[in-house]
């Protein structure tokens, strides 16, 4: 009996060397293991939820959304699960091969001191952004802004010359103030407590889950859910990309959509979005257009395979164009763990193109880029 369970305990022990070696290897060779903690160059947890990847200059910059400290529940958002954790601010990290992450800092920090400011960090500071405006110069990173409790609906925006900043802040406002949409009705117009746009009309739409996008003319675009989260707005910038060029559509409208990632291929305009459940995973859905202002034809749930039906027990942030290669995209997810937001996880996966030219991301224990096309991408 002795001598079987030392078998048993060299043999376990062997097996625990091998796969600790094969990881290892692995991960040596850059291979992303969707859910896993995935460590930066100091051996940390990546703090960068609900963010957005910058390519710029050879170098890809990670922004996200800062959680720091215990999670709790506050009492204004106890009806629906809301739950919190103290905003830390914007971090960045950078990476050349998307896999291995250099902690750069904070990029924009929460204030610690004053609770009345935007960025107190008993506020919302969420899905941070950031684009480079090729003829300002300048790195400018939108995010949502918001009060505790969510009422607010905020979109703030800040500035740096660096792309790993610091930032400065420029405010927060409601966008689109006493602009009609493009594709507006006449009973759009009318006034009534239902009618959210109408109400909002005057003092700026609400702004929550959001994200930018670039189009190849330079001109750059603000998805943000509005309208108490029924319905998102596409909205074009202004040439500086610090406002709204008052300019702006409505669209997947009445379908709560939020966590939007916009991207585009061969010519046309691809969105992933997620449905409205607050921390809790529903499922995905994809859309495409050819206009970006609309009309946006929904293609279904882009997710394959076991779990699909609840995204990978994730939510989209941003899809990633492989930098160099056209036809290559990695789809980010947020795994969020509701009762501990900062340990909230990462699902990065492949997405590719059915037959029917519809996105499709199926599940994958680990992957990897090959070498080849990350020395493309640099
Ligand atoms: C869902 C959103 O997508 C997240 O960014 C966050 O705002 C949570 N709701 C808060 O519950």
Redesign the pocket.
């Known amino acids: 009996m002795k001598k079987l369970c030392s078998q048993i305990f060299s043999g376990a022990a062997a097996l625990i060397l091998f796969s600790a070696a094969a990881t290892q290897a692995a991960d040596a060779t850059h291979d992303f293991v969707p859910g896993e903690i995935w460590r930066d160059a100091d051996g940390k947890p990546i703090n960068a939820h ?1 963010g957005g990847v910058l390519f710029h200059d050879g170098v890809y910059y990670w922004y996200g959304e800062l959680k720091e400290g215990q999670t709790f529940l506050p009492k204004v ?1 106890k009806k ?5 954790v103290i905003s830390g601010g914007v971090s960045c990290y950078s990476s050349t091969n998307l896999c291995n992450w250099k902690k750069e800092g904070v990029a924009l920090a929460s204030n610690p001191k004053d609770p009345d400011d935007d960025l107190a960090c008993e506020n ?1 500071i ?2 941070p952004k950031v684009i480079f405006n090729a003829r300002t110069k300048k790195f400018v990173m939108w995010f ?1 802004q ?1 009060s505790p409790d ?1 009422a607010a609906a905020r979109a703030g925006v800040a500035v740096s010359d660096s792309p790993a900043g610091p930032f400065k802040y420029l405010g927060s406002f409601r966008p689109n103030k006493k602009v009609w949409p493009l594709n507006v009705t006449p009973a759009d117009k009318k006034p009534g407590e239902k009618n959210i746009l109408a109400r909002d009309f005057a003092g700026g739409q609400m702004a ?2 959001m994200t930018l996008f670039v189009d190849d003319d330079g001109k750059a675009y603000q998805f943000y ?1 509005s309208e108490n989260n029924a319905t998102m707005h596409v909205s074009q910038l202004t040439d500086d990309y610090l406002r709204p060029a008052g300019k702006f559509a409505r669209i997947f409208i009445g379908r709560s959509s ?2 939007p990632a916009i991207f585009k291929r061969n010519g046309k305009y691809y969105a992933v979005a ?1 449905g ?4 809790d995973p529903n499922t995905a859905r994809s859309a495409v257009a050819t206009n970006i202002f609309g009309p946006w034809t929904e293609l279904g749930n882009p997710c394959h395979g076991a779990d699909a039906e609840k995204t990978f027990f994730a ?1 989209s ?1 941003y899809v990633l164009p492989v930098a160099g290669r056209p036809d290559e995209f990695i789809a980010m997810f ?1 795994r ?1 763990n ?1 009762w501990d937001l900062r340990d909230s996880r990462y699902v990065w996966l492949p997405l590719k193109f059915d037959a029917e030219d519809k996105p499709a991301i199926a599940w994958q224990e680990r992957w990897a880029l090959p070498e080849k096309k990350l020395a493309q991408s640099k």
């Open positions: 609900g958002n629906w699960g809301g739950t919190r919302v969420e899905r949502h918001d969510y929550r889950d859910a939020e966590a997620s409205c459940s607050g921390w939510q942030n947020d969020w509701k």
